[in-house]
């Protein structure tokens, strides 16, 4: 099921298919930066006022404008996927950072950066982790649900989401 909510947008470059988080009120959102925040949803634009919508997907909104966040687990939407990237029909993604902020990027896979932590499986997919250790990794935000490399400039993706 899909759902939505409006929110004003806290800056002019939230663009329809990018990765949004809550901004500095409760009425607000800004581009996901990745790092720090967990991403709410995916700025909408179908769902858009008439009053707000931008001439097209590949336009912002203006700071100010009303947009839909849309929160839509297994459902699919049309997402900004970052430049430089290879996505093959089901890799995961996540939420991009720095100058991809706010568009999907390859997730990383989850690893133990430091510490002494030891796993033994419980069973195929879920070992139990004893120990102290860092472990550094992305929040997996949805699924390709197609193949799309990306060399110079971004594309369009469309992603099973998982938010």
Not at 39 to 50: D, H, K, L, R, V
Not at 72 to 92: F, Y
Not at 120 to 139: C, D, E, K, L, M
Request: glycine share 10%; proline share 4%.
């Amino acid at each position: 099921m899909t759902l939505f909510s409006e929110f004003n947008a806290g800056a002019s470059t939230i663009k329809p298919g990018y990765l949004v988080m809550k901004g500095s009120t409760d009425d607000d959102v800004l581009i996901c930066d990745g790092s720090t925040h967990n991403p709410t949803g995916w700025a909408g634009y179908e769902q858009a006022s008439p009053d707000y919508k931008p001439a097209n997907i590949s336009t912002a909104y203006n700071t100010g404008d009303r947009l839909p966040v849309v929160s839509c687990k297994g459902g699919l939407v049309l997402a900004t996927l970052a430049t430089s990237q290879t996505i093959v029909n089901g890799d995961a993604l996540a939420c991009g950072t720095s100058s991809n902020a706010g568009m999907v990027v390859a997730a990383t896979k989850m690893i133990v950066t430091s510490g002494s932590a030891t796993a033994s499986a419980v069973s195929a997919t879920q070992p139990t982790v004893t120990g102290s250790a860092a472990i550094t990794g992305t929040r997996v935000v949805g699924y390709a649900a197609q193949s799309v490399t990306t060399t110079s400039s971004t594309s369009f993706i469309l992603v099973r989401s998982d938010l």
